[in-house]
């Protein structure tokens, strides 16, 4: 035979070893409450493939009356753990010592009566969290209020009815594993959470590190980049874009996209189209996030090769401007160092057959040099 308690009720039922076992298949009937009983819902179920063992429970019974603490001590200890104490004082030093999961305390006892042990009870952090059942002869409504308000959790008369009391202290029990099952469940979700959010702040570092040397690099490069959000306001940007820009990189940010490239006669496909001649041309990328939604883009600095070829042009028609007559006497130098060596080395015939080519080649340079400036003055002039 084994001993089963309803969760209903708490009554304590006395059930054959066969039905217990079969219990997964056939449900047994509290014989108290005729509430149906299936393995989960036996008080404890905390092993729910094995019998039922109360005496993990530990309960404090503080009174005066020594014949009933025996009385209630040889009653209950078969199913659970039982201490006893006389006065308010030893109940007090008993329930700090061994932490029983409940306490049944007398009401009227001389010196310190019930209320004080509850009050003092409630106030020791050690003993606070006792559940605490008064139990008093007396049966006026003001002395329950008085119980509840200081804390206890439920009130019997005496004389005591041995079942009402073995299902009010089973209850209480279902409500003390209850309450510690849901703080088990919380702590091991805080520390789930804890966990998790470890390893997210450990992705987000990896993510910032990768970001720092992304950025480190595009900051590194000649191309000139910079980052636009969603509204088309600049949030990055390298130090040649901001250079090619001629502002600072705090003054460049926040700043219209539109309103900076247009000022710096810059154009961009999608953001601003060309309408007319441009500098340069920016290459629009769209950024997408992980849904696939643009966020934002890129814009990364194209040179326009009409422009290029002009400004080379203009390079190179300033420098000959510059030096046109030093060009033409440093050719006549040339022409004429030519000349007198070869007067000075008439007779010598080694010389002259090696001459010969140079002088031929030093007057054709002379005429292209010349149609060249003549042409690019020209030019110039119409």
């Known amino acids: 035979m ?27 009937s509290c014989q108290f409450c005729g509430n149906v009983m299936s393995k989960e819902t036996i008080i404890p179920h905390k092993c729910a493939d094995k019998t039922i063992n109360t005496l993990h429970y530990h309960l404090l019974f503080i009174d005066d009356d020594v014949f009933h603490l025996q009385l209630m001590k ?9 201490s006893i ?10 329930a700090a010592a061994r932490q029983p999961d409940l306490i049944l305390l007398d009401l009227n006892m001389p010196g310190m009566d019930g209320y004080e042990v509850c009050r003092r009870l409630k106030e020791n952090p050690k003993t606070r969290r006792i559940a605490v059942i008064f139990v008093s002869a007396r049966d006026r409504e003001d002395d329950e209020c008085q119980g ?19 299902a009010r202290i089973m209850v209480q029990l279902r409500i003390k594993q209850l309450l510690e099952q849901q703080r088990l469940h919380s702590d091991s979700l805080i520390q789930s959470l804890h966990q998790n959010s470890m390893a997210v702040e450990t992705e987000l570092d990896q993510l910032r590190r990768e970001n720092s040397r992304l950025l480190a690099v595009l900051d590194s490069v000649q191309e000139k980049i910079f980052i636009e959000n969603e509204d088309g306001l600049i949030f990055w940007a390298n130090r040649q874009a901001a250079e090619y820009f001629g502002l600072t990189l705090p003054d460049l940010l926040g700043r219209s996209s539109r309103e900076v490239l247009s000022s710096n006669g810059a154009v961009c496909d999608e953001c601003l189209p060309a309408a007319g001649s441009y500098h340069v ?31 080379a042009e203009s390079v190179i028609n300033s420098f000959i401007d510059r030096n046109r007559e030093a060009i033409r006497e440093n050719l006549a130098t040339i022409l004429f160092g030519i000349d007198a060596v070869s007067s000075i080395l008439r007779d010598n015939k080694e010389f002259e057959t090696v001459s010969r080519p140079v002088i031929k080649a030093a007057e054709r340079l002379d005429q292209m040099v010349g149609t060249l400036l003549d042409f690019q003055r020209s030019d110039r002039e119409s």
């Open 2 to 28: 084994k001993v089963i308690f309803c969760e209903e009720c708490g009554g304590r039922n006395t059930v054959q070893d066969e039905l217990l076992e079969q219990i997964d298949k056939q449900p047994v």
């Open 281 to 311: 041309k920016f290459l629009h990328l769209p950024l997408f996030n992980e849904d696939g939604e643009v966020e934002g883009s890129a814009h990364i600095l194209q040179e326009n090769p009409a422009q290029l070829c002009q400004a």
């Open 85 to 94: 104490a006389s006065t308010g004082i030893h109940g007090l030093d008993l």
């Open 74 to 82: 040889k009653t209950l200890e078969k199913e659970f753990t039982v």
């Open 148 to 166: 509840f308000s200081l804390g206890a959790v439920d009130y019997i008369s005496k004389p005591i009815n041995l079942q009402i009391l073995n």
